[in-house]
């Protein structure tokens, strides 16, 4: 999902060559719609976009306990059109969460995320993975290790994950 035609061109150009049934959409509201409706492996998002942009997307997945474990690989231009994003691996409480990142972003303005008001930070998202559109080459591969990753997790671990991150996260 991807507010930038070449860059949903490209992606979709990429999947294409994968055994992977995939669905481009430019819209957020379209992509939760289609996200609590079919069972999804993995969302592939930009942050970047008109109306409900890739933070609010993510922060509502995250509250929503039928989409929370939804693996999500950020592709887009945000470090080479805004700032560099930090990545360093996930962590809680010195405890390493395998397979997963803590990605920092450029601190976005509050207006822009009217409907996650209530997350601490809501430009700190836990990710699987994040590329940049010139890593397009590392898609693929990026994507077998999430999913991979995400099939091996056990469900105490997945809790945890979850318990922690969204303990964290919101504003007391």
Not at 79 to 104: C, F, H, N
Request: with cysteine; charged share 25%; proline share 5%.
């Amino acid at each position: 999902m991807n507010d930038n035609p070449p860059a949903l061109w490209l992606l979709d150009s990429f999947m294409e060559r994968t055994s992977y049934e995939h669905e481009g959409v430019t819209d957020s509201h379209h992509a939760l719609s289609i996200l609590r409706q079919e069972p999804i492996d993995i969302l592939i998002q930009d942050i970047e976009r008109p109306g409900m942009n890739g933070f609010e997307l993510y922060w509502l997945m995250k509250s929503d306990k039928n989409l929370c474990d939804i693996p999500i690989l950020v592709f887009s231009a945000w470090s080479q059109a805004k700032s560099p994003v930090k990545v360093t691996p996930a962590k809680i409480e010195d405890k390493m969460l395998s397979g997963l990142y803590r990605a920092e972003f450029e601190k976005t303005k509050p207006e822009h995320l009217s409907a996650v008001a209530h997350i601490k930070d809501a430009n700190v998202l836990y990710l699987e993975g994040y590329l940049g559109y010139s890593d397009v080459e590392k898609l693929i591969v990026n994507i077998e290790r999430i999913l991979k990753n995400h099939t091996l997790l056990t469900e105490e671990e997945r809790m945890f994950r979850h318990q922690h991150l969204w303990s964290q996260a919101i504003k007391s």
